[in-house]
């Protein structure tokens, strides 16, 4: 990290120079310090603690929940660790989503109590709030100290919002089911002037997706419909919390995304974007290289680097070119073999090109025959080199041959090659077995 700013997207290291371990991260501003919690897994794990005056050098605070807080810790799964101050009681609150370390199934919330922002938690109990499924999970306090938990509920199906009682420390109400079966997860929540917006991720896994937000005047009264925030993979990250940067020239938003790297969980980073605002009910994401943050005005500075490069997104797999095959595998931010470029020969038609090698995507021998295999083959000029595209929704497009006329499709699961069969006219957006997104690299 340079000096003043974030690089997105890369390892951040602490002020000793070790790796920041925190995702799935709340944060909580003190005593003129950003606290951050997150997930620890290096080694054990833990939920470890950071303090920032910048929100740029983090200086490590403290193992605040370790195996040894509590038996029920050992083994667990703690993710998405959220604290706020509970003013009448004096009490730093933390709840996060428990599982038992083997499974998902538990579905569970814990609780955690400290006299200090950083010291060692207490731990309190693992629950299903009102007896319902709880998995990926927020904290808010609201300007009148009321407090919410939101927690993803029924296989995720429903996302809850939870009125927790005075102490913080217990749910009151279930206060609202927002979108029911439309699994949404990641929430992150927010007020700006008279609006809450709460910021969610589609359910997808550690593989990214198209964030959305939504807004409301109360956070349990009506809220809008659904808007996409950033790109069909919200530039790679999954929401984990919107800090508020009070400054003396502006409120700044920041959005605090996790790049999870699903083939590689210690190769996943963090990501901080500034919020913009284009109306009082509309939030707008995009993408930057580096951010610089001047907390004492609240103002931000960010710096685009542009890349040409992308990855081909297909069920949640990623297109893998390696000599002449391709295959799809898991997604990995360490693997240059999932890099292509694509080289536009019309507004809807392009050669796609695989970036290591040179290479270009086309049907085996440039055969028209079904069930041909898609391998990577010398630049020609011809047409089976090139491929139109059919916009399917959600940013998703078929691939269609413009020699053979058929359509790339994934036929079977993860390191599997891929074949060309009849164009499948219906449109079923990301999990169309033919559907393939084009995504933009952001570095
Ligand atoms: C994500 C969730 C993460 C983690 C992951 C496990 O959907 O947001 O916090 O639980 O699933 O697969």
């Given at each position: 990290m340079t000096a003043n700013r974030v690089i997105n997207g890369t390892k951040w290291l602490d002020t000793d120079g070790r790796v920041i371990s925190a995702h799935g991260g709340g944060f909580l501003q003190e005593n003129g310090y950003f606290y951050w919690f997150g997930e620890n897994r290096h080694g054990e794990k833990l939920i470890s603690c950071y303090r920032s005056k910048n929100l740029v050098d983090w200086e490590f605070c403290n193992d605040v929940v370790t195996m040894d807080t509590h038996p029920e810790l050992n083994p667990s799964n703690t993710e998405r660790p959220k604290v706020i101050f509970n003013d009448n009681t004096g009490q730093y609150i933390m709840w996060l989503h428990w599982e038992n370390g083997i499974h998902y199934g538990e579905a569970r919330c814990a609780v955690l109590v400290s006299?200090?922002?950083?010291?060692d938690y207490t731990y309190l109990r693992s629950f299903r709030p009102l007896g319902h499924m709880s998995r990926d999970c927020t904290l808010f306090k609201d300007e009148d100290g009321t407090a919410y938990f939101l927690s993803a509920a029924r296989e995720n199906a429903d996302l809850h919002v939870y009125r927790l009682t005075d102490d913080y420390l217990d749910i009151a109400a279930l206060e609202k089911i927002l979108w029911p079966g439309q699994k949404r997860e990641a929430p992150a929540l927010m007020k700006r002037g008279q609006y809450y917006f709460l910021v969610t991720s589609g359910c997808t896994g550690w593989e990214p997706n198209q964030g959305k937000y939504a807004y409301a005047t109360s956070i349990t009264g009506e809220w809008s419909e659904m808007f996409d925030l950033g790109t069909p993979t919200t530039f790679d990250t999954q929401p984990t919390f919107i800090i508020p940067i009070h400054g003396t020239t502006k409120t700044t938003y920041l959005y605090v995304g996790d790049r999870w790297d699903p083939s590689d969980y210690h190769n996943s980073t963090y990501v901080f974007l500034p919020l913009e605002f284009p109306t009082d009910t509309s939030m707008r994401l995009n993408w930057a290289s580096t951010v610089r943050i001047e907390i004492e005005t609240g103002v931000v500075e960010a710096d685009v680097r542009e890349s040409d490069l992308y990855r081909l997104q297909i069920n949640m797999l990623y297109l893998r070119g390696e000599g002449d095959q391709v295959k799809a595998s898991r997604l990995s931010y360490?693997?240059?073999?999932q890099l292509w470029e694509v080289e536009y020969t019309s507004p809807v038609t392009a050669r796609i090109k695989h970036h290591l090698t040179g290479r270009y995507l086309q049907p085996k021998d440039g055969s028209?025959?079904?069930?041909s295999e898609i391998v990577l083959g010398d630049a020609v000029d011809h047409p089976m080199q090139e491929w139109s595209m059919v916009d399917t929704g959600q940013g998703y497009v078929k691939l269609r041959n413009c020699h053979s006329g058929k359509a790339m499709k994934l036929?079977?699961?993860?390191?599997e090659p891929l074949f060309q069969a009849e164009m499948d006219p219906r449109k079923h957006g990301r999990?169309?077995?033919q559907a393939f997104l084009l995504a933009k690299v952001f570095e």
């Open positions: 006299d200090t922002v950083d010291g360490a693997d240059k073999n028209p025959a079904d069930e036929v079977r699961g993860s390191n999990w169309d077995e």
